[in-house]
């Protein structure tokens, strides 16, 4: 079977700003704080992105921007990451993802976070609503439950007699409930019963991938969360391979390491747009 990607932006939602800003004069200096959950080589292509947007509104680094990255290989550490970050005070934080928004949003009340790629904000607590966040978070999301019917759908069309799919989740990302119950909901229209599988570590892939063969799975969608896209993805794709599954995957960045199919907007162009945010909370505007 050929590898085949397909991108879509259905699921991409732009959050409303209010209509009156306040004004300030922009800090000599801002300082924005990150909180990574990964490695920076594994993430450079996003964070390339997310600088090419900052620079494009007139913020450099070593000028009049400094960013503070922490990364982070545990969920664990990503906490005491975060709460290092607002120790610090820095004017904004940056959470990509639901995985990266939980630690930051324990840590802080008041320190400004921005997501990019945040599967399902409103879904998993984390804002009120989406035309009105509330609190102090706000930015771009990738929404999960909107587009893991049609992600099902392709996989069911790329394998027209399958009777049961495997699901591949991981708890390390606040998403997961909300994503689980919308592929059980679509599984029943598109006749497939669903064997769900969790990882927590990459350490978990191959007994995870074991676990669906064994139980007869016809093909696998993986649930996308910053573990399964940015924390060797490569051998997702072997396995899958190995194991001669169809996988639909959510994030071009599988599909690059092997995978054979995703369905998902452009990662890196939402974060190259929640720069926008970074540059109007620091311009006076509230995330709220």
């Not at 879509?8 to 700003?17: D, K, V």
């Not at 990150?34 to 450099?60: Q, W």
């Not at 995978?259 to 452009?266: I, K, R, V």
Request: charged share 20%.
């Amino acid at each position: 079977m050929r590898r085949r990607e397909v991108i879509g932006f259905a699921g991409t939602t732009l959050f409303a700003w209010p209509l009156i800003a306040r004004a300030q004069q922009q800090a000599k200096s801002a300082r924005l704080g990150f909180v990574g959950f990964g490695t920076p080589a594994a993430t450079a292509d996003r964070v390339e992105a997310l600088r090419a947007g900052l620079r494009d509104l007139g913020y450099v680094e070593g000028k009049n921007l400094v960013i503070e990255f922490r990364w982070s290989s545990t969920v664990e550490q990503m906490h005491e990451a975060a709460a290092e970050l607002a120790r610090m005070k820095v004017d904004i934080i940056f959470a990509a993802s639901s995985t990266e928004c939980e630690p930051a949003r324990r840590a802080t009340g008041t320190i400004p976070i921005v997501f990019a790629t945040h599967s399902d904000p409103v879904g998993v607590g984390h804002v009120s609503s989406l035309a009105r966040p509330g609190g102090n978070m706000t930015g771009l999301a990738d929404l999960q439950p909107v587009i893991t019917p049609k992600r099902l759908e392709i996989l069911k069309e790329t394998v027209p007699r399958a009777t049961r799919f495997g699901v591949l989740w991981s708890p390390t990302a606040a998403s997961y409930r909300p994503v689980l119950e919308a592929a059980e909901a679509a599984s029943g229209k598109l006749g497939v019963q669903l064997l769900t599988v969790g990882v927590s570590t990459v350490a978990d892939y191959d007994g995870a991938f074991a676990k669906m063969a064994q139980g007869r799975v016809d093909a696998v969608f993986v649930h996308s969360s910053t573990l399964t896209a940015r924390h060797n993805p490569r051998l997702l794709a072997e396995l899958a391979l190995k194991r001669r599954l169809p996988t639909m995957f959510g994030s071009r960045a599988n599909v690059v390491a092997g995978g054979l199919m995703s369905y998902a907007p452009d990662h890196s162009d939402l974060w190259r747009r929640a720069a926008v945010y970074i540059d109007r909370i620091l311009k006076g505007a509230k995330p709220a």
